[in-house]
């Protein structure tokens, strides 16, 4: 079939949206509708040409939400017209890193997906028969995909697609990294470094868990209105201060949970530093710059502290992303203040310059 999808030609430009054609599922794919896309850091990172491992031409978007159209031969678990939550963190339940409660990382398809490649090593995507790659095994910047079953999570039909799209990356990275890795215990006190999609949904994490004190820190005073829109109990302004100030407010000791969430490695510092000795456990969600690296003082660990990293929240997504999603349809968490703007596929590169200008938290494709 032909669609319109927004390609990465060149490093460093615009996405070009255009008509390219999409091949039928085949056996264990699906064909997904997308009705709603979120515009994420890591597209344009990609775009830009940081990321080392970074491919074009491809068909970039991995927030995505839709409707399955149609599906491949044997598969089982989705059927045309289910709600679905792309995935590209896909969880097959029969890997080692599945069937381990301790890891979200399958290992089913990931290295023909970091190639930009289906499970079978092609594409179903091309342009006058030229293959065009996708992204993180999603390519969700396009009227359609196709994409393995193990990687779309089912989602109620209640909840609306332009929210449930927001499950796919930013929002259960930041509400896992609390739920699912650092599994904060009720009446702690807990501090966030960043009040973006990620650390937002941190702080969410943090309630939801139980914590008495959440603590939110970043460098916008309008993002820290959304913090403490989410549950934060203090709000912060960032600065060289910050880890002497937590150590203040905690008798000396420090927080029981720290979160970093902002990609800076001096800030994933003070996240360390500002964890409690003896258990205090901090938890890295930011993406930091190639080449950089995190300075840590071994004292702070000897003396007890933890440090850990998390990726899409350590959520095994077919499983909880559905529970995240109906937890949100019951009232527990608030989706709405995050969409900040409605755009047409044809404005995604606008959508990369509201997210690099800090306007808002999240731009989300409407299609
Ligand atoms: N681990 C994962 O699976 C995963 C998934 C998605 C995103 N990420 C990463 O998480 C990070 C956050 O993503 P996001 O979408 O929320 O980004 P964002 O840019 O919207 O938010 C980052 C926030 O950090 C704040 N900040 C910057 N410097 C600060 C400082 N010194 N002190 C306190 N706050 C400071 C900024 O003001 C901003 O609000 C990024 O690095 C992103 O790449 C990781
Ligand atoms: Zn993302
Ligand atoms: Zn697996």
Redesign the pocket.
Known sequence: MQMRAAVLEEFGEPLVVQEVELADPKPGEVLVRLVACGV???DLYTASGADPSGYAPAVLGHEGAGVVERVGEGVRSVAAGDHVVTLFSPQCGECEHCRSPRTNLCLAIREQQNQGYLPDGTTRLSRRGEPIRHFMGTSTFAEYTVMPEIALAKVSQDAPLEHACLFA??LS?GLGAAMFTAKVEPGSTCVV???????LGAVAGCRLQGAERVIC????EE?LELARGQGATDTWI?GEDVVGRVLDETRGFGADYTFE????VE?MRQAVESARMGWGLCTV???AGKGETLDIVPRYLITGRRVCG???GGVKGREQVPQLVQRSLDGEIDVAPFVSHRIALDDVNRGFELMHA?DGIRSVIDF
């Open positions: 994420c850091h890591t990356c930013g990275t470094f960043g009040a973006g999609m990620v650390g820190v970043d460098l916008s993002r960032g969430a902002t990609g800076n800030v969600a930011g993406v998390s990726s899409f800090q």
